[in-house]
């Protein structure tokens, strides 16, 4: 990086927050330029790029001019020796440590060596991200790379130097390197301090593959998720709510699949339970605007929960946790990753007249029964039917239909959970016309060969074309 500006300055800010296995990292100076004024440091993921490591709050930057430690301020206390012309710069933080909850201790180098003790301080929302400054013209520095290295006065730990959780921020590795805890801040005014972990060790991009997670701790709120995510997912956000990644939560039942909100999906787990999330490459479906589409399923006590159609993002899957509450812990298990994908699949058996039915919401595949094993003949499918309430569609069971809204239905559950009480409703035992048609006679009804470009499922009742691109319907 070279210093192009005139008085202003100039900072680089790597969008990887630090982790404990990518701890440390370093510059080498190729160019003082006229002052050599220039600094590295650590600074919080909003950090301004015009003000110099640890000037601002939540940034904390040891300077190459003067050897001074500027912590959240414009004025700096002697810490080491100045630097110049081929020198090499680092900064690591030490997770190790135990220096207080929501505490870090930040340390620097000089040619390798240690300048001086750690420094304790706050780790912001979303974490600590790298930085390097730069002020001067002619200035120039070459980035060095990330690697794991501890403080000098600091023995590593064997378990953390085995886990394959790379990627990481705001989660403490425990005992084995597999068991996580989260360390984070919870939901705060500024957003909710993601605890994330993933690894880049098993690449999802072909193949059929499951990995899972044993909750051991709930903590406050019980808040953890797990799916996959691309490489370069960023850490600060929950899995799932972003473009590239899958997640399931464990506190609330909803999918999430590139979107802030979530849909109703499965159960809630508590302590104890096993999550897994597995994914099928080996049947990924080509398609013109999302590239190859898969099967990805989610896993509750080894019996799988339900399953949904994700594209794959360039440079294929990663598996991905996140811990969003204190007292959060978890253990990951990668022992099961050649697990028996179609043994696990086959456990979702749809009705016998329903075979081609995509399901939404928090009915599972294997909860439905044809109508003829039912006693009263009352747990049926209003096909075409969503519930405003919780997206489930089809509503399986009794409907209930608004008496004063034109288009509003809630299933069960959301009946029961008491959604728009504020006007009656009317129970549908069965359902009648088109949607009794299509559930006594689907064949008459099913578009071979078409799926769903909106939701990658089988087209049912009325199928809507698009009449300017050349492969759309709904």
Known sequence: FMYVGASEVGVVKILEPMSPMLNYFEYEIIDKGERCAIGIGVGELEYPLDRMPGWNENGIGYHADDGCLFNQSGYGI????????????????????????????????????????????????????????????????????????????????????????????????????????????????????????????????????????????????????????????????????????????????????????GTPFGPVCAKGDTVGCGIQCDNAVPTRTQGCVCTVFFTKNHKVIGKAQCPIPEGGFYPFVALLSRGVKARTIFDSWTHDIESALSKITLAKRTPAVTFRGHVSPDSIRDEEDEEDGSKVLHLGVTCDGCGQTPVYGMRYKCNVCPDYDLCERCKSMRCHSEHPLTAIHRPRGISALSYKRKEEVLHPRVRCNGCSGPVYGTRYKCTVCPDYDL
């Open 78 to 261: 002697q810490l080491g020796p100045t630097s110049t012309k081929g020198d090499r710069m680092g900064c690591g933080i030490d997770f190790e440590t135990d220096v207080g909850y929501g505490y870090v201790s930040v340390f620097f180098t000089r040619n390798g060596q240690q300048v001086s003790k750690p420094i304790k301080m706050k780790r912001p929302i979303h974490g600590l991200y790298p930085l390097v400054g730069m002020h001067s013209r002619g200035e120039k520095v070459r980035y060095l790379g990330h690697c794991r290295r501890l403080p000098d006065s600091v023995q590593p730990s064997t378990s953390v130097e085995m886990s394959p959780w790379v990627r990481s921020n705001g989660v403490m590795f425990l005992e084995d390197g597999l068991t996580l805890e989260y360390c984070g801040d919870g939901l705060q005014p500024e957003g909710q301090d993601v605890g994330a972990a993933q690894t880049l060790n098993y690449c999802m991009e072909r193949g059929n593959h499951h990995f899972e997670m044993v909750i051991q701790e709930c903590g406050k709120g019980g808040m953890l998720a797990i799916g996959l995510a691309s490489s370069s997912y960023p850490l600060h956000l929950s899995p799932g709510s972003g473009i590239g990644s899958i997640a399931y939560r464990t506190d609330n039942g909803l999918l999430y699949k590139g979107d802030v909100q």
